[in-house]
């Protein structure tokens, strides 16, 4: 087998460890697929290593032990996240976006690949140091970025159904109270979905009162498993008595101005 | 502002393009952000370019004009694909998975990133060289993957609905005639969230009779949008007549075996 060089051994090991967020990769993974030394592969991990910390795209931590190697954590500098952040309004902002009723139209904006994989990174950032089991989110609008925050940080995403299926097996259903509307709702998860006693994250599109916060914090409590934070992409807070305190947000959305606009800026929940 | 070496300038355009995938990316970005001559940045490229080409991980293209610059475009080995197929099998043969009715749970698969990733770069491959405006799907269960599809060709994922929603504005609903049980259903999309003259593809989780496909085909054709193909994760063949003949599927499902086995196996759709 023809032998590499450096330069392709660092795109390739770049590569293979921007793909799988936060999970770890033995050294002889690189050895084998790259004909290469482990002291060389261990040059080229500090080659890779600096780069990400000198531009501030994340970084590589080593883990030591039999089932050790290096993992890719990722991470967005403060002025990447301000930029997409401030860039984000801007497409919210457009006027066509409201419908009536005063809603805001954000359905694309949950689908756009290139937005949800910012959106996601930023949120997943700032659980990157949690031992988290499983990132939750509520069907529908709210997946792809819960899918995204679960896939950075290597972790398995479980999504509450507003109703039970026959394809889920046995189910746990709880009733919880909208914090909006006042209406009872329902909110339905297999049993084999999450194991007892697990760590969870909630990933949502949009926080009004907290209602569903609520109900996702008593829906994991029958698996007897711990909220260990929250992370939502837009903020009503024009709703401000919320139902639920500890959260992170991106964009904060206060309500439609008298002149027709929709009030929208960087959130103050955001560093 | 200092210096990078081409070493490091090799793995931040890796980590860049890897991200992007199908993104044209200007040369400008990385002179600017690596400090770095045109020539230079070009250089890098190459390396890279080879790289993924000798380890079959994609391609790297070049597009010339005002406008151009380079992109990722994704793909995977046939060994890594076949290796990830039977592993994928294996996962799905488990016995705990059948479930009353003789269904098959794979809703954690379905929200597994590590499954849905590799799942989804099989997928986009096979659409890698049609110009694709939209990825489609239905709501719940099939939105990972098909987000991972859009996301390695570049464009907007669009999510139809069981039922229009008012967050949606105005939307389009059509019914259509479930092909397994003859049912009729409704899928509903906003008006706002496809543009006329569209080329689509559309990705779900599992087919059965194709009586969904034939319903997305139906709402498309209300947006005078073409859907140029099919990829779905699962193919239950054990319903032999399918409404709609050309998609691509990863694994085949035929049944339950009279000793109470799934009986799974790579797609015979699968090249």
């Not at 890719?72 to 409201?98: A, H, P, Q, T």
């Not at 140091?129 to 819960?146: H, N, Q, R, S, W």
Request: net charge positive; aromatic share 8%.
């Amino acid at each position: 087998m023809e032998k590499f060089t450096r330069n392709q051994r660092v795109a390739a090991i770049t590569k293979m460890l921007i793909e799988n967020p936060n999970k770890v990769i033995n050294l002889n993974t690189f050895t084998e697929i790259l004909n290469a030394a482990k002291s060389t592969v261990s040059e080229d991990l500090v080659i890779v290593k600096d780069t990400l910390n000198r531009l501030s795209m994340g970084r590589i931590d080593t883990i030591s032990g039999a089932a050790g190697g290096v993992k890719y954590v990722c991470g967005i500098s403060n002025e990447e996240k301000m930029d997409f952040v401030e860039e984000l309004c801007i497409i919210l902002r457009n006027k066509d976006r409201i419908i009536p009723g005063n809603f805001l139209y954000m359905t694309d904006v949950m689908s756009n690949p290139y937005i949800i994989r910012k959106a996601g990174l930023i949120l997943a950032s700032a659980f990157n140091d949690k031992k988290v089991d499983y990132v939750v989110t509520v069907e529908t609008k709210g997946i792809p970025l819960a899918y995204e925050v679960a896939k950075m940080l290597g972790v398995q995403l479980v999504v509450f159904r507003r109703q039970a299926k026959f394809t889920e097996g046995s189910t746990v259903t709880i009733n919880y109270v909208s914090g909006s509307n006042g209406r009872i709702q329902n909110m339905s998860v297999s049993k084999k979905a999450i194991k007892e006693n697990s760590k969870c994250i909630f990933i949502d599109d949009f926080m009004k009162a907290g209602g569903t916060a609520r109900g996702i914090i008593d829906l994991l409590k029958e698996f007897n498993c711990e909220l260990l934070g929250m992370g939502i992409l837009i903020d009503n807070v024009a709703i401000p008595k919320k139902l639920v305190n500890d959260y992170v947000s991106i964009v904060d959305f206060n309500g439609i101005s008298p002149e027709g606009n929709a009030v929208l800026m960087p959130s103050k929940k955001f560093k």
